[in-house]
């Protein structure tokens, strides 16, 4: 049975119906990549995973571990291991990491003894300066830092399925290769699922995808392995119907 099982979803903001009856799942352990032109609904794919407000499910079921999550709050699921590297990160001024860290230990019923060894293990990792840990979450953080953080954050903490939206966006090749190689640790380590938004193929030879997906105006029409990214870097969304400014490039 997969983790998450997404299962002819239709998905409504406002009176703009943008998912259009997404078949999608990602096993246990499994690393799969959503790649589709701007405004193909990536994002909304996302967000209603998470459970954000105002994304309202019309049609269809989204399941972890067989079990529909459609009354499920937000937290809900962050119980359940189900965490969210967005595309740009909150400042949450007045908290420290260590203290975001031990209330999502706590929340989470687990010992938070050791956190702060944990996270200062995880800087190193990430190549993360340590002084940054000392700041409150994300405040005077440049974009690349922000990233490496919210990767920390979610990598101290034990996850069932990460969620990353667009991740390599504002990341240099160097700070790619920290967040993509410590998200493939945590998939081969400790067994996480990764769902991830992506426009380049780079992040996936990283992570070493195991199932490329493509959207296309809220539908996905087709899917295979990294052939299929490198194929797109290179010739775009027009051949599944994608209108050429939706296409025009991968940003």
């Known amino acids: 049975m997969a983790f998450l099982a997404i299962d002819d979803l239709h998905v409504a903001i406002g009176s703009k119906q943008v998912l259009q009856g997404v078949d999608l799942s990602v096993d246990k352990g499994e690393v799969v990549a959503v790649m589709g032109p701007n405004g193909s609904g990536k994002s909304t794919l996302v967000s209603t995973v998470m459970g954000r407000p105002n994304y309202q499910v019309v049609g269809g079921s989204v399941t972890i571990d067989g079990e529909e999550i459609a009354g499920w709050a937000t937290d809900e699921r962050a119980r359940q291991g189900i965490a969210l590297i967005s595309q740009s990160q909150p400042e949450i001024p007045g908290v420290r990491v260590d203290e975001l860290v031990t209330a999502m230990y706590r929340f989470r019923g687990l010992d938070p003894q050791g956190v702060s060894e944990r996270i200062v293990a995880e800087a190193v990792e990430l190549s993360l300066d340590q002084a940054l840990l000392n700041r409150w979450v994300n405040v005077d953080l440049s974009g690349g830092e922000k990233k490496k953080l919210e990767t ?83 010739s775009g969304y027009q051949q599944f119907g994608a209108e050429p400014a939706e296409h025009a490039a991968f940003d």
């Open 152 to 234: 920390l954050l979610v990598s101290a903490v034990p996850q069932s399925l990460v969620i990353g939206d667009e991740i390599d966006s504002g990341l240099d090749i160097d700070a790619l290769r920290d967040v993509a190689r410590r998200l493939r640790r945590l998939n081969e380590e400790q067994g996480t699922s990764l769902l991830l938004i992506t426009h380049y193929p780079r992040l996936l030879r990283e992570i070493k995808a195991d199932r490329v997906v493509v959207l296309v105006r809220g539908k996905i029409v087709a899917e295979g392995g990294m052939d299929l990214a490198v194929e797109l870097e290179r």
